[in-house]
């Protein structure tokens, strides 16, 4: 089964989020904040992230930039209420595949997780 890594301050967020994650067939792992994403992360290698930008120690795109190093392979969606453009262009660079806004949209999600499922890389 694919595992999903929601890194998320919001524990409404990661709940609703988990919610649609696992009806779509996913394990979930939730982080958060930034260090405890990492952690699980390197714990457990899961094939997709959705990772939000504005989450403590550190943020999400602090954290984007361990994984691109350490993990290439991984599918990242960020999730965030308010993105600009050079933030966007940053998270693309370092490997972002899809970006969601807050709320997020549960149909979009699972949308969303569908493609990313099928694009990874194992």
Do not use: W, Y
């Not at 929601?6 to 394990?27: C, H, L, P, V, Y």
């Not at 982080?31 to 290698?45: F, I, N, S, T, Y």
């Not at 993105?83 to 966007?88: A, G, L, S, V, Y």
């Not at 806004?101 to 569908?114: G, S």
Request: with cysteine; charged share 30%; aromatic share 4%.
């Amino acid at each position: 089964m694919p595992v999903l890594l929601i890194a998320d301050d919001s524990m409404f967020q990661r709940f609703q989020t988990a919610k649609t994650a696992k009806e779509a067939g996913f394990d979930v792992l939730e982080a958060k904040d930034g260090e405890e994403c990492l952690r699980l992360a390197r714990e457990h290698r899961p094939h997709v992230l959705l990772l939000d930008l504005n989450m403590p120690d550190p943020g999400g795109v602090a954290v984007l930039e361990v994984l691109s190093r350490e993990q290439p392979g991984i599918q990242v969606c960020v999730v965030t209420a308010d993105i600009q453009e050079t933030t966007r262009s940053r998270c693309m660079e370092l490997g972002a595949r899809e970006f969601l806004n807050k709320p997020v949209d549960q149909a979009v999600l699972r949308e969303t997780l569908a493609s990313l499922l099928v694009s990874r890389k194992d």
